[in-house]
């Protein structure tokens, strides 16, 4: 029995983290939120553009720990499901002298802003200025332009004490709505200053991973609202690409209990698979960008066979200790 387990503990470890990865599972580490750390004050401006961009300021002030961090990181959504926004022009500054160099990684479904110094940690009070741009964030209705929009984001891990959002746009604003917390549990916003051109909502006591979300009517043609974008779904494949994914995974465990072909078997179906998976990904690249991969079922007809192979290949590994 002993023997048994250990052959079988490889390929199933290496089975288990493709599955994890073909399911989209890995997410970012969130940094280490703890309880001395606070955004005291977070303001932002949502201005609409006549050209239907709409231009984001934020100005956040964060305090540190005693001990000290390099910064601070937003995550600004891109994608919403099938529907992709641009997020562009990102740029940053501190009133306090921290840090403000600013860096962009993309991950499944946000832009990850990292704002400071990975060789500077900050301590105490700073502020930070973001601004960055976001396209095909209105949504074309039949008698009104809507946009939806979490003004802060649901990502920050720390409280915030309070927290101000500024809707200008270059129409009367007549159909303007806030709700604050989390999605699916969420309370009105605070309206606190009305204008012709802008709507004020405050809001305080938010706790970690609440935000603010605004929802904005404006009458057909008042600004150019181009069509929305949109890509894929992560999972495109039906149940044929499924069972072969299923299928593989009872291959692995066959495989732990009979003889294993020979290893260039295995290092050519992983090989194969490799190949199906690259081509589907070249495809949906192609057609519509960068991160815009989804699995179809050559992707995991492919990811079934480097299942496959791997478990031939750790299996023949473990036989040979």
Not at 88 to 111: C, E, I, Q
Request: charged share 20%; glycine share 10%; net charge positive.
């Amino acid at each position: 029995m002993p023997v048994v387990r250990g052959r079988f503990r490889g390929p199933a470890i290496v089975a288990g983290v493709l599955m994890l990865f073909s399911f989209g599972l890995a997410t970012p580490v969130a940094a280490d939120g703890r309880s001395r750390e606070h955004i005291p004050t977070y303001d932002v401006v949502l201005s609409i553009g006549v050209d239907g961009v709409l231009y984001v300021r934020e100005t956040i002030t964060y305090d540190f720990d005693e001990e000290g961090e390099h910064g601070i990181v937003r995550s600004v959504p891109f994608r919403h499901g099938d529907r992709v926004y641009d997020v562009r022009g990102v740029r940053s500054s501190s009133s306090t002298g921290a840090p403000s160099r600013v860096r962009t990684t993309k991950f499944l479904n946000n832009v990850r802003i990292s704002v400071g110094d990975r060789g500077r940690e900050v301590s105490g009070r700073q502020a930070y200025v973001l601004e960055y741009e976001v396209a095909w964030a209105f949504t074309p209705r039949d008698r009104h332009d809507e946009l939806v929009w979490d003004a802060l984001g649901t990502g920050w891990n720390v409280p915030i004490g309070h927290a101000a959002v500024r809707v200008v746009a270059p129409v009367p604003l007549r159909h303007v709505t806030c709700r604050a917390g989390v999605p699916g549990v969420t309370t009105r916003c605070l309206r606190d200053r009305d204008g012709p051109f802008a709507v004020d909502f405050v809001q305080g006591a938010l706790a970690p991973r609440e935000g603010m979300t605004v929802r904005v009517r404006l009458p057909k043609r008042a600004i150019a609202v181009p069509p929305p974008r949109y890509v894929p779904p992560r999972w495109t494949g039906d149940w044929t690409g499924t069972a072969l994914l299923t299928l593989s995974l009872a291959a692995v465990a066959l495989l732990a209990r009979r003889p294993a072909p020979p290893r260039q078997v295995g290092t050519g179906l992983g090989a194969a698979g490799f190949v199906l998976v690259v081509a589907d990904a070249v495809d949906d690249i192609a057609a519509h960008g960068p991160w815009a991969f989804s699995l179809g079922d050559r992707s995991l007809a492919g990811l079934a066979l480097v299942i496959v192979g791997v478990g031939i290949v750790c299996g023949r590994r473990h036989r040979m200790v």
